[in-house]
């Protein structure tokens, strides 16, 4: 259990915004059109001249792409329901039970940078309610602009046209805490007691371009920050582990070794054993569910390889909600 707050802080009624990536409303093709044109539309995901992207994210991609992805989408929907949207909404109702119950008087809404549930309708709740202060933790470890920026990005967008604006804290990225590194190697751990050790283990993030990290982005420090404090605290040697960069697109040179090209070489090399950990997502997905588990599993499989695990993202399990109640615990006085 939490710490209950200082008895010399203020309790202020706090709202507090868990914020997603985003998924289509369903696995069809208008909804998978949606998506992909609000994803693909942001200049923090895609640099490129806008009147050229325009037409190739128009007349290119959202004419043929969808289509592609129906069946991917498909295979993960359970229940009717997208699995990163579902286990947020968990995510953040056992966050604010964790909260309550060691007396901080918070709200927590689920929301999404693209789709839904979306910022402004939470921020609408949020006003409804009276509550000025809300702080926004965007479910993304490791920092990138691609991701927590272009959360920020949705965040200033629900609240330019908005008159009374609450105070805001936002918090950056979380991937040095403690209890991050601690919840990452607990589930290899209990991963490792149910279905036993493989030989390697491969953490997939996902990549972006080179360019954006010689731009100055950090999440490549990130990133390896974090594989770094996991193997540390699993006391693996260097034969045992290796980092890869999965879900790229397009031609340009993205942050390398690529997770497809990593299996299909590991496969080929007779690796008899592979557990594979996805730290950069805080919830399962589309880019787990199906390109981890589903599609890179047969790479591995087809070139050769045997004996392959994907372990789950952290998802509602209890040190995850531990680890974000007491990020934002950190940041509510």
């Given at each position: 259990?939490?710490?209950?707050?200082?008895?010399?802080?203020?309790?202020?009624?706090?709202?507090?915004?868990?914020?997603?990536?985003?998924?289509?409303?369903?696995?069809?093709?208008?909804?998978?059109?949606?998506?992909?044109?609000?994803?693909?539309s942001?200049?923090?995901?895609?640099?490129?001249?806008?009147?050229?992207?325009?037409l190739?994210?128009?007349?290119?991609?959202?004419?043929?792409?969808?289509?592609?992805?129906?069946?991917?989408?498909?295979?993960?929907?359970?229940g009717?329901?997208?699995?990163?949207?579902?286990?947020?909404?968990?995510?953040?109702?056992?966050?604010?039970?964790?909260?309550?119950s060691?007396?901080?008087p918070?709200?927590?809404?689920?929301?999404?940078t693209?789709?839904?549930?979306?910022?402004?309708?939470?921020?609408?709740?949020?006003a409804?309610?009276?509550?000025?202060?809300?702080?926004?933790?965007?479910?993304?470890?490791?920092?990138s602009?691609?991701?927590?920026?272009?959360?920020?990005?949705?965040?200033?967008?629900?609240?330019?046209?908005?008159?009374?604006?609450?105070?805001?804290?936002?918090?950056?990225?979380?991937h040095?805490?403690?209890?991050?590194?601690?919840?990452?190697?607990?589930?290899?751990?209990?991963?490792?007691?149910?279905?036993?050790?493989?030989?390697?283990?491969?953490?997939?993030?996902?990549?972006?371009?080179?360019?954006?990290?010689?731009?100055?982005?950090?999440?490549?420090?990130?990133?390896?920050?974090?594989?770094?404090?996991?193997v540390?605290q699993?006391?693996?040697?260097?034969?045992?582990?290796?980092?890869?960069?999965?879900s790229?697109?397009?031609?340009?040179e993205?942050?390398?070794?690529?997770?497809d090209?990593?299996?299909?070489?590991?496969?080929?090399?007779?690796?008899?054993?592979?557990d594979v950990?996805?730290?950069g997502?805080?919830?399962?997905?589309?880019?787990?569910?199906?390109?981890?588990?589903?599609e890179?599993?047969?790479?591995?499989?087809?070139?050769?390889?045997s004996?392959?695990?994907y372990?789950?993202?952290?998802?509602?399990?209890?040190?995850?909600?531990?680890?974000?109640?007491?990020?934002?615990?950190?940041?509510?006085?």
């Amino acid at each position: 259990m939490m710490d209950a707050p200082k008895k010399t802080a203020k309790r202020v009624p706090t709202a507090v915004l868990l914020l997603n990536l985003g998924t289509p409303d369903a696995p069809t093709k208008p909804a998978i059109r949606r998506y992909l044109k609000a994803f693909l539309s942001d200049p923090r995901v895609v640099e490129a001249p806008r009147l050229l992207w325009w037409l190739v994210l128009n007349l290119v991609i959202l004419r043929f792409r969808p289509a592609k992805l129906v069946t991917n989408y498909q295979k993960i929907w359970t229940g009717g329901e997208s699995p990163i949207r579902r286990i947020t909404e968990q995510q953040a109702a056992k966050v604010q039970a964790h909260l309550q119950s060691a007396g901080y008087p918070v709200t927590v809404y689920p929301a999404m940078t693209y789709g839904a549930p979306d910022i402004d309708t939470a921020l609408d709740k949020i006003a409804s309610e009276g509550i000025e202060r809300v702080v926004v933790l965007p479910l993304f470890p490791q920092y990138s602009a691609t991701t927590t920026a272009a959360a920020w990005d949705a965040l200033h967008r629900a609240t330019c046209h908005r008159r009374n604006l609450p105070e805001f804290r936002f918090i950056k990225r979380y991937h040095r805490h403690p209890l991050y590194t601690e919840a990452l190697a607990q589930s290899v751990l209990d991963h490792w007691l149910s279905t036993g050790r493989q030989g390697k283990l491969l953490f997939s993030f996902h990549g972006i371009p080179k360019a954006y990290i010689e731009k100055g982005d950090p999440y490549l420090q990130d990133c390896q920050e974090t594989v770094q404090a996991v193997v540390t605290q699993l006391g693996l040697s260097e034969e045992e582990w290796l980092v890869s960069f999965q879900s790229r697109v397009g031609r340009e040179e993205w942050l390398t070794p690529y997770t497809d090209e990593t299996m299909k070489k590991l496969g080929q090399q007779g690796v008899k054993g592979l557990d594979v950990i996805c730290p950069g997502f805080s919830a399962d997905c589309l880019e787990t569910l199906e390109e981890i588990d589903e599609e890179n599993r047969e790479n591995f499989v087809r070139a050769g390889g045997s004996d392959y695990h994907y372990i789950p993202a952290l998802n509602d399990n209890e040190a995850h909600i531990q680890l974000l109640a007491t990020v934002v615990a950190e940041h509510l006085y």
